[in-house]
């Protein structure tokens, strides 16, 4: 063998195996609603299929993917999950994908669920979009009750790490607005004339004046 048959030793060929009954069930799949991206896939492992009557290993396990996941059982749980999404779980989603939009996280699902009212993740992607730990802190902020409501009063931490701004450490202001948004809920107060929006852990509660 020669040195650059050592070097760049030829592929083996993929392995064909005859598909069982594989002209029924492409002609069964071809008739089931299938999404644009998978019936360009069945029509091209179709074609093959009736170019030679076989199919490589992994073709096989893609076409017995698309026929599990186009069975009557899995359209009908994601015909249930559509209908549950849209009643309860829409808009956890869209308390998420707010968050998101804001990363380079989940951009792309994010800018789905906020922008297209028909768009229904799958139950992974949103498991993935609302389960993770940060998710859980963007509903946290959004659904609990502000920790400082409009027109209390609350005093600035004197906490570099957080207040960056020195002028305002200790000083007490007036809550004017909440935004429950993101992974930490912020209010903007009004402190000396000044209006500054922090994140509410940024804040304490004032001291109330002793009678």
Known sequence: MGYWHQMYPRRQKAERLEV??????????????????DRKFAESLQKQFEDGGKLSPKQ?????????????????????????YKGAHRETAMICARYYRTTT????LATKVLL?????PTEKQFNALTKNKYAKKAIAAATEPPAFPVGTLAKVRANYNLVQKPHLHNQIGLVVANHP???????????????????????????????
């Open 181 to 211: 948004i993101g992974l930490y809920a912020s209010s903007t107060i009004l402190v000396n004339g000044e209006q500054v929006k922090l994140e509410d852990r940024c804040l304490k509660a004032a001291a109330k004046k002793k009678k």
């Open 116 to 120: 297209d009212d028909d768009f229904v």
């Open 105 to 108: 996280y989940f951009r792309d």
């Open 60 to 84: 096989i396990e893609c076409v017995e993917r698309m026929e599990q996941r186009y069975s009557p059982t899995s359209v009908l749980k994601r015909e249930r999950w559509a209908q549950s």
């Open 20 to 37: 069982e009954n594989g002209e029924a069930r492409f002609e069964s799949l071809m008739a089931k609603d299938l999404s644009e991206r």
